[in-house]
């Protein structure tokens, strides 16, 4: 079934590991805060879970519902972003992993 745009969801369990790898308020040296990653690299990565589910790669070979997305972006040097597809054929991001 194609489908052009999946809802996203985001777990509680993704700001739980957000906030343990980013602080509340920006480094003195300018390092991102939780709230700059969610606010300027989230959006994009939303998007692609949202519109591209099935090219991700999967988290574990042949477990479809499971896809991560492996990315740059605007804050940080590098993101994996884990989203596991719903019964109601939405997306939960799950788990986020940086390398500020």
């Known amino acids: 079934m194609a489908v052009d745009r999946r809802v996203v969801r985001v777990s509680p369990a993704f700001f739980d590991q ?11 040296a300018g390092e991102p805060s939780a709230t700059d990653f ?7 990565i939303v998007d692609r879970f949202a519109t591209d589910f099935e090219a991700l790669p999967e988290v574990v070979p ?20 884990y989203g596991i597809l719903a019964a109601d054929d939405s997306i939960d991001l799950i788990g986020v992993e940086l390398d500020p």
């Open 18 to 28: 957000l906030d343990a790898q980013l602080d509340s308020d920006r480094g003195s």
């Open 38 to 44: 969610l606010v300027i690299d989230l959006p994009p």
């Open 62 to 81: 042949g477990v479809p519902a499971a896809r991560v997305l492996v990315a740059t972006g605007r804050l940080v040097r590098a993101v994996a972003v």
